[in-house]
């Protein structure tokens, strides 16, 4: 018998941009951990308005902080994060109620697709400062990441069914039941345990967890390879 | 010409179990990595009024979750922390003035010792439980430190001296200038650049900006010699 299989469940929003850093270290960690890796979409509104917390931005000195981290761990993470100009308006102000309903509509109908397009709706907000509220914009992102024309309209008609509503809001309960109080979460389950872990700077104490090598958020067989 | 020295500030209150987490990686790789650290005794109560930050065990569900993290990282960072049964009286009632500006004193006087004090200080609070706040509390820390019953004595005398709150003050406006709304705050200065870096979480960042080798929050080097 071969080693037990291991699942770790990543709750995260496009609106994160920490969630963003820890999803592609655990995109990258999957096969060298031989983890599964279990992407749920979820509402970052939702943890926010549950657990009683506010966005670190709103804060002033916060938002300071962060931005300056951020333009250091971009190049630490090799992952492209750029600060949107208008950090308010695209935050708090429209939000990325669409898009999650509509990450939640590919993981409903065509799951292999979903790291694909979460990463070209991350892209959008995240690195490009573009638009991730309006349907043109999604549509966009689902196309460029490989869904056809037909398949983008197709899910995107389906984020205004109950089904996608309830779904969305199911997982955003399930974080918040884990001790969500922000996200990126991590949950693994390891050892017939379960851990959560808050934040993209705790994926050296979830190989720790795991009994599993750290080698920095870019691993170097990862490295040799791009 | 050998390399230019670089210096490490980090901005800590015994008050912050982050911080000692910090302190102890940071004392562990200050020859390893051949920096100069200077510990800077600060008063996290003057970082939160300042900032209009609050301390984050306040919303029930981060403090629920530092609580198991922490239980975590004790074991990964072989930091012995133990949460304090009354966390509200020890934290937020009975803070930690008498204790900074005692540290302040041992800074400004004896700063060979402020490694070793600062550490007993965080094992009566934060690893064995005890009271930190009454004159005898620091004593007893200063003393298993390694300062005579006369030094320390001599040194609580100071706590009181304006010379003493004054620096503890300004310390902590220094902190708040370079941005803290928090602690650990770690600013290194490399290069001829300043980057301020917030919590315990940054260090492989840290190494990064160094431009030296992340092995770990204990060194290999260490391990062998535990």
Not at 8 to 20: K, N, Q, T
Not at 98 to 127: C, D, G, Q
Not at 161 to 168: D, F, M, P, S
Not at 188 to 215: C, I, N, P
């Amino acid at each position: 018998m071969g080693p037990l299989p291991r699942t770790l469940e990543l709750f995260y929003d496009v609106l994160s941009p920490y969630s963003w850093l820890c999803f592609e270290v655990l995109c990258r960690y999957q096969k060298i951990w031989n983890v599964k890796l279990q992407l749920q979409p979820t509402l970052i509104a939702g943890i926010m308005k549950d657990s009683g917390n506010k966005p670190p931005a709103l804060l002033p000195r916060k938002g300071q902080y962060l931005k300056s981290e951020l333009s250091l761990l971009k190049h630490h993470f090799q992952v492209p994060i750029k600060f949107p100009k208008d950090f308010f308006s695209v935050i708090i102000d429209k939000g990325s109620l669409s898009a999650m309903r509509f990450l939640t509509a590919v993981n409903m109908e065509t799951p292999e697709m979903l790291e694909k397009v979460s990463r070209e709706l991350w892209m959008r907000v995240w690195s490009r400062d573009e638009d991730i509220s309006e349907p043109q914009s999604i549509l966009a992102a689902a196309e460029k990441a490989g869904l056809s024309a037909e398949q983008a309209q197709g899910l995107l008609g389906m984020i205004s069914t109950a089904e996608v509503k309830k779904r969305l809001m199911e997982v955003t309960e399930v974080a918040c039941k884990y001790g969500a109080f922000g996200l990126p979460v991590t949950v693994a389950h390891v050892d017939g345990q379960t851990h959560m872990l808050f934040g993209s700077d705790r994926m050296e104490l979830l190989a720790y967890l795991l009994g599993e090598k750290w080698m920095g958020p870019v691993p170097p067989a990862l490295n040799a390879r791009l």
